[in-house]
């Protein structure tokens, strides 16, 4: 029976990922300045896509298609940049993650009759969408379910509103964090639904449910994040098109691109196909409008927005347009420590250290239109995009094992527990 179950799942895994045949993804190491530089034009000349962003002191890794192997071969090699494999045959390890993940979705489903959200596992929309439902239902003293807008494609982008005092006690300060913007980071909204969790369902610090009021949206871009489910793995931006011809054949924005802050300056493209595509305005996406509005509905007492992205295990703050500081750089940096601290004494030792900084400085490059940096353009106080955990090595498949799925939303939340205190004690001053 197992046997025939395990050869089921293979024939449904081999129809997918066609588009990967022939894809390899590579470690790359950079030494010096001079070679981070080298390695800019090369992104473009031979179409890499950078899943995580090498910096001086770790690996990024890169996924290169076929027919460009040989050239960022020589390149790299003519550079001096090293260059490892990562994975061989790409399709064949997002097809071991597909069995795998099936695996566990069967098993922890038989466990929990489906009721649960789970953490051994990637979470689809769908079930996170009826996760949210469910909690607005059960708790309606605390926890607020609104229907913010429709997605491009016309899916529901819902957000959670979190409050012992339905959001009208004036002088606590606000908590938002947001995830899967960029829709191929499956680790992004888990992190998300586990605060939601901590602060309804397992409540262990009830400060923070008194203290505060929050807002948690798991998924910014549903559109994009069902597309990595069921056509594209690696798909980042939304699924827009837009009067440009271009976008019927190569739909999307880059979400963390879209927003208005020195928009499509630096760090973006003005291509529809390119994976940095800043859309074609500020906010010309329907999934920034509502992070945008949200931050501007309760700005007044905003006091710290996350947003969850994968992966490299860092903590960035502004400003990543042209790595200066901004006034509250000490606020931002202190803040950012000690959440990374409180992470780092909760992390499995085989995961890698966190990183805290300026964006640009630590991620070694420059980007125009995030919503980090426009969220604190407007205002809020304290704002950082979390490169959450996303890879070991040593592993067969390409992505973050699930088993490790509710260790990373676990000690996320210690980091979180810790921003928000620190934040709530910076507002009240
Ligand atoms: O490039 C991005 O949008 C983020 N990295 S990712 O690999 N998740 O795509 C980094 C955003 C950092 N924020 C700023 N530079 N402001
Ligand atoms: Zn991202």
Redesign the pocket.
């Known amino acids: 029976m197992k046997f025939l179950l395990v050869l089921a799942l293979c024939a449904v895994a081999y129809a997918k990922h066609e588009g990967y045949i022939g894809w390899k993804s590579y470690y790359v190491g950079v030494a010096t300045d001079a070679q981070a530089k080298a390695l800019e034009p090369l992104i473009q000349k031979y179409e890499l896509d950078?899943l995580?962003?090498p910096t001086k002191s770790r690996e990024g890794v890169v996924l290169v298609e076929p027919q460009h192997q040989a050239g960022f071969i020589q390149d790299m090699e003519a550079e001096g940049i090293t260059y490892r494999i990562h994975a061989d045959d790409v399709k064949r390890q997002l097809e071991f993650d597909d069995q795998l993940i099936e695996m566990q979705r069967m098993s922890s489903f038989t466990r929990t009759a489906g009721r649960q959200l789970p953490y051994d596992n990637y979470q689809e929309l769908e079930v996170i969408d009826e996760y949210l439902d469910y909690i607005g239902e059960k708790y309606p003293d605390v926890a607020t379910v609104v229907n913010a807008a429709e997605s491009f494609e016309g899916r529901p982008i819902k957000y959670i509103k979190i409050s012992t005092t339905n959001f009208e006690d004036e002088s606590k300060p606000v908590i938002f964090i947001d995830g899967g913007i960029?829709a191929r980071?499956w680790i992004s909204p888990p992190s998300v639904t586990w605060a939601i969790h901590k602060l309804v369902e397992d409540v262990t610090e009830n400060d923070l449910l008194e203290k505060f009021d929050w807002i948690l949206l798991p998924v910014v871009n549903p559109d994009g994040y069902k597309f990595t489910f069921t056509n594209e793995r690696f798909w980042r931006k939304t699924r827009s098109t837009s009067s440009n011809p271009l976008s019927q054949i190569c739909r999307g924005a880059?979400g963390?691109r879209n927003f208005d802050f020195v928009w499509n300056s630096i760090g973006t493209s003005n291509s529809p196909c390119s994976d940095i595509y800043a859309g074609t305005s500020a906010f010309s996406e329907v999934e920034t409008r509502v992070v945008r509005d949200i931050l501007h509905e309760h700005l007044a007492r905003m006091a710290l927005y996350l947003t969850m992205?994968?992966f490299?295990s860092m903590i960035?703050y502004?400003w990543?347009?042209d790595g200066s500081l901004s006034q509250n750089a000490l606020g931002l940096h202190t803040v950012g420590v000690a959440m990374a601290s409180a992470i780092q004494s909760n992390a499995l030792p085989n995961f890698p250290p966190y990183t805290v900084g300026n964006?640009?400085l630590v991620?070694g490059y420059y980007?125009a239109g995030?919503s980090?940096?426009y969220a604190h353009s407007i205002g809020v106080p304290l704002s950082y995009?979390y490169?959450l955990p996303g890879l070991s090595s040593g592993w067969d498949g390409f992505h973050l094992p699930p088993q490790y799925i509710e260790q990373v939303c676990r000690e996320t939340w210690e980091g979180i527990v810790v921003g928000a205190r620190r934040a709530g004690d910076l507002f009240r001053k």
């Open positions: 950078f995580s962003h960029h980071e880059d963390n992205h994968s490299g960035l502004p990543g347009h964006s640009a991620i980007i995030s980090e940096d995009t490169e």
